[in-house]
Structure formats: structure tokens, C-alpha cells
């Protein structure tokens, strides 16, 4: 490849796949005039519902709002404590802040990256009612043993906002816990620009969250406007937020959702062949994923050893000059300013944000990105 090829390169971290298929499923809703939630929200959750395994789906704006949201719907606030693990988004934590209620952090696994369970034993208290596992970057967290260490009393959200077409012993992501929150943020495996969904078994919290979504209407707007006294206002019974997702948004979920098996296929095959090559890369560490394991690849990180060719921030620079765009694997919250006094400390979460790397990986690139990706790699 020429000088010229090279340096014009510019690999994405991530981008989202789209096509005509999204852009004509938006005509419909658009054309109707019904654009907030409505029918293709009912279809989306259904859908992605049956595509996981589960008999509920809620869709929400976003992961976050139905972290949120699930939380509120099982009653959580002042005065309880919620297990989360130490390296995730952000959003895992603030979620339990915004119900009143106190985040316990707990520190993850040096080569899954997720929650270790032992630590969440240790982390119980009188106050735990509930514990988030984050099935980190599309890997699932061991829920069983977490389920048989918190017992059936303590709630357990599944944060899969990266994990849309994982499994775990042979079941997916989303009906491992009490309810788990989905998100289709254009960094996923599958998009509708913002946009979140709780999936679970249990019909009174479904029932809760539908209140809760819009308002703490005892009607939705749906029902209402197309029922027999549209005129009529409904009752709220308590205070709840406005976390609808749109019919457009929607409409383009339906349609990625039936890519989501193709894509996640395509995802395995690249991360399954990075990691063959990495291998002859000393100071570079794959991902690992154990036995019973299915990982949806949101995103391939690595780990850069202490003694690489340069500091980790140094080979990111250097990547991104010759085009290839890599991030931290995400964050310890423990060491960021609004949590920083939060009890316990999580030398493996903060070790992580220090030398994890995500490689591009996503729908969009092409074999001849992957190969360049790893030359570079190789002459950093
Ligand atoms: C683990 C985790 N939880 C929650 C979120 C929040 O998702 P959203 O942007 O849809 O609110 C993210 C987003 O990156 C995430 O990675």
C-alpha cells in the first residue's frame, strides 16, 4: 500500500451498519403522523423479547433510563445499598444515585473484566437489595453464582446495554437475572440511534416499568387516543418519567434486529481472528472467554502488558496517526470524581482503565482493515 493509501486510512472504533432497509422502515411511521410510542414500539419489544428467550420487553430512550427505570420499578431508594461491579460505563452507577440509593463497589476480573462473584459475597449487607452484573463489552457475568450467592430475594438487573446476542450455558443475555436493560446506542451491535429495553419474565414488574415509562400514566397514550374516551385524562397514581422510545426509532430497531444474528456471527469470526494473531504479540493480551460462554463482541479489548513497546496511551497515539482508532476499555468508576469517596477499592478495575485497548472492531470494516489493523500492531 502506497504512503498516500496509508495515511488517508481512518478505521473507526465502531460504527453503526445501515441501509436502505432502516431508511425505508422509516416512511411508515413518518407517513401515519404517529411518531412517538406506538404500534412499532409493541412490535420492537415483542421481537427483541422472543429473540432473547423472555416474555416481556419495555422499550425505553436509552440503557440508561431502563437501568433506571427497573430499579424504580422494583422499589429500590433511600437507604439501600446496589452491588455493581467497579469497571463499567458510568451510567451502571449513576443509575442507583438517581434512585436515592447507595452503589457498592466491587472489583472485576483480571481477564473477563466482570464482576467477580466471591467479591460480591463479600460486598452483602442488611441493605443489599439488589446487584447489577454487567456483562461487559457483549461478555456475559457468571449470574449463576451470583443468583446462588445474593439469593432470591435480592434483585438482579442484568446491565446487557453491550450484550444484545450473547449467551451464557446455552441461554441469552436478558433473561439471566430478574431483568436485564438492552442498549441501541450507535456503539452496539445493533442501533436505533438512542435507545434502551428492559427485558424480564416478571409481570408485575413489566407492568410497573409500562407505568412508570410515561408519566405513572394508568393509560398509555396509545390506548388512550385510539380507545373509546381518548377525551379522557388519565389517573397517576405515583410520579414517574418520560422514557418512551419513538415509532421511528423503533421501526429502525425492527430492522436491525433481524440483522443481529449476521452481524454477531460476523463479529465472532473477526474477534476469534484477532485473537490467532495476536497471539505472537508478547506485550498484547486477548480477551478471554471461558467455556458455556457465547460473546457478542461489542467490543474486542485487549490488555497491553506493563513492559510493551510504550505506555498504553503512547501506542494509542501512534495507532490513531497511522489511522487505527482505539479507546480505554471503559472506566473504573472508583477513580472518577463523583465517586471518588465511595467505600472499597478496586485495584483491578483501576488497573484495567490504565492498560486495557479496544481494536476497532464493527460491521463496517472490511478483511483488508482487519490485516491492516494487525500489521500496524505489529510495527508499533
Ligand atoms: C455497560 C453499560 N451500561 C450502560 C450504558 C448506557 O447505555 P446508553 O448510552 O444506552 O444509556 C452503556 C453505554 O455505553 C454501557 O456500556
Not at 27 to 52: D, I, M, Y
Not at 89 to 103: I, Q
Not at 189 to 212: C, F, K, Q, V, Y
Not at 241 to 257: I, M
Amino acid at each position: 500500500m502506497s504512503q498516500l493509501e496509508q495515511s488517508r486510512r481512518a478505521i473507526a472504533i465502531a460504527a453503526p451498519k445501515l441501509g436502505d432497509e432502516e431508511w425505508e422502515a422509516c416512511r411508515e411511521p413518518l407517513l401515519s403522523g404517529w411518531l412517538t410510542q406506538g404500534p412499532k414500539v409493541a412490535a420492537f419489544e415483542r421481537a427483541f423479547a422472543s429473540k432473547h428467550g423472555v416474555q416481556h420487553g419495555i422499550a425505553t430512550s436509552s440503557c440508561t433510563t431502563a437501568l433506571h427505570l427497573a430499579l424504580a420499578a422494583r422499589g429500590i431508594g433511600q437507604g439501600d445499598e446496589v452491588i455493581v461491579p467497579a469497571f463499567t460505563w458510568v451510567a451502571t452507577a449513576n443509575v442507583v444515585r438517581y434512585c436515592g440509593a447507595t452503589p457498592v463497589f466491587v472489583d472485576v476480573d483480571p481477564y473477563t473484566y466482570n464482576i467477580v462473584p466471591e467479591l460480591v459475597a463479600q460486598s452483602l449487607s442488611a441493605k443489599t437489595r439488589a446487584v447489577i452484573p454487567v456483562h461487559l463489552f457483549g461478555l456475559c457475568a457468571d449470574t449463576d453464582a451470583i443468583r446462588s450467592i445474593v439469593g432470591e430475594d435480592v434483585f438482579v438487573l442484568e446491565d446487557a446495554a453491550c450484550a444484545a446476542g450473547a449467551s451464557y450455558r446455552g441461554r441469552p443475555a436478558g433473561g439471566l437475572g430478574d431483568a436485564a436493560a438492552f442498549s441501541f446506542h450507535p456503539r452496539k451491535s445493533i442501533t436505533t440511534g438512542e435507545g434502551g429495553m428492559i427485558t424480564t419474565n416478571l409481570a408485575p414488574l413489566a407492568d410497573h416499568a409500562r407505568t412508570l415509562r410515561n408519566h405513572g400514566a394508568g393509560i398509555s397514550e396509545e390506548d388512550r387516543h385510539r380507545g373509546p374516551q381518548p377525551f379522557e385524562l388519565p389517573e397517576f397514581d405515583e410520579v414517574g418519567f418520560n422514557y418512551r422510545l419513538t415509532d421511528l426509532q423503533a421501526a429502525v430497531g425492527l430492522v436491525q434486529l433481524g440483522k443481529l444474528e449476521r452481524f454477531t456471527a460476523e463479529r465472532r469470526r473477526w474477534a476469534r481472528w484477532y485473537s490467532d494473531q495476536i497471539a505472537s504479540i508478547e506485550w498484547l493480551r486477548p480477551p478471554t472467554v471461558r467455556d458455556g460462554y457465547g460473546h457478542a463482541w461489542q467490543s474486542y479489548v485487549t490488555v497491553v502488558a506493563e513492559d510493551a513497546p510504550a505506555p498504553r496511551d503512547d501506542l494509542m497515539t501512534r495507532l490513531q496517526e497511522r489511522g487505527v482508532s482505539t479507546r480505554p476499555g471503559t472506566h473504573a468508576v472508583t477513580e472518577l470524581r463523583a465517586y471518588r469517596d465511595s467505600r472499597g477499592s478496586c485495584p483491578v478495575a483501576a488497573q484495567l482503565e490504565r492498560q486495557t485497548m479496544a481494536l476497532p472492531l464493527h460491521n463496517n470494516m472490511t478483511a483488508d482493515d482487519y490485516e491492516y489493523v494487525i500489521d500496524e500492531l505489529h510495527h508499533l
